[in-house]
């Protein structure tokens, strides 16, 4: 049987654009940078450039194009501007997000819906064409494995996650066989600076492998479902082993 290969080689993969949103700081940023490692264009959004990048530029094939997903316009200029750039996309990683708990405003489910599922619906809608047709495809949402069971504090980030969850099945449904499309359900990934002591002792006894991996297993999952031609409409549970708990 023959065998099927996805990976793109490191030389044609200079011609392939991957968008992250939100990727200019953290698990995003990381993951960029690996990308860019591999040979691959990146192009990450933010809402506003860091001024650190004068001192320490983004790293050779990193991008950053500017982006607020906090109102459809907002989207939908930043698909305007994707499509005059009209790269040959690899992969759409949706990654932009707002972590706000109840006590956030009463605008906060709307905030997370935003970014978490109306940014993803239009991105996805209108840009699934600038991927070339005869290439390997991906689109991979970052929801939660607080989906699994809720959350008591955080009602509208969960709700939003859960919501992107099924927005990303449909989609794989939807843009089959052209393009895969996943979800990655991480839990915790990495510690935000002002998470205090008795908050990352409590976060980390949550998971029965009890550590805070960083978000080098994000890229791996990422690497994961890019190189296999045979997942689609999944969700990678990245928990540590959280449900065993
Ligand atoms: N960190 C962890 O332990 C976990 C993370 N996750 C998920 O993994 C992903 C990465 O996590 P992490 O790196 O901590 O994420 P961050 O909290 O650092 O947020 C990522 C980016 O989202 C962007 N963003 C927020 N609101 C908007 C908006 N309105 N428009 C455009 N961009 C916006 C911000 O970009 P900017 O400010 O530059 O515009 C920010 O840099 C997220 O989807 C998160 O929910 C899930 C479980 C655990
Ligand atoms: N956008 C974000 N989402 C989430 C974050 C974050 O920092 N930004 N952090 C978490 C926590 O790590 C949680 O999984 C464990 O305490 C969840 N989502």
């Not at 004068?54 to 200029?77: C, H, K, N, R, W």
């Amino acid at each position: 049987m023959q065998a099927v290969s996805q990976g793109t080689s490191h030389s044609n993969r200079s011609d392939t654009t991957i968008v992250i949103t939100g990727g200019a700081q953290r698990v995003g940023l990381y993951c960029a940078e690996r990308l860019a490692a591999d040979g691959f264009q990146v192009l990450i959004t933010c809402r506003h450039l860091r001024d650190e990048w004068q001192q320490q530029p983004l790293a050779p094939g990193i991008e950053p194009m500017l982006a607020d997903f906090s109102t459809v316009e907002g989207i939908e200029q930043f698909i305007d501007e994707l499509k005059s750039r009209a790269p040959r996309l690899r992969a759409i990683i949706h990654n932009a997000s707002l972590w706000l708990d109840d006590s956030s405003g009463a605008d906060a489910l709307q905030q997370m819906f935003m970014v978490h599922m109306q940014a993803p619906y239009l991105i996805n809608q209108q840009c699934h064409e600038l991927f070339p047709a005869d290439a390997p495809a991906d689109i991979i949402h970052l929801t939660d494995d607080v989906t699994r069971k809720g959350s008591a504090k955080h009602v509208g980030y969960c709700a939003s996650k859960a919501g992107l969850e099924a927005l990303s099945r449909s989609f794989a449904a939807r843009l089959a066989p052209q393009i895969k499309v996943n979800a990655i359900a991480p839990a915790l990934i990495m510690f935000n600076p002002e998470d205090d002591a008795d908050y990352r002792r409590r976060a980390l006894a949550k998971s029965v492998l009890g550590m805070e991996p960083g978000p080098e297993v994000v890229y791996q999952s990422i690497r994961y479902l890019m190189d296999n031609p045979y997942i689609t409409g999944s969700c990678l549970p990245l928990n540590g082993g959280r449900h065993l708990k």
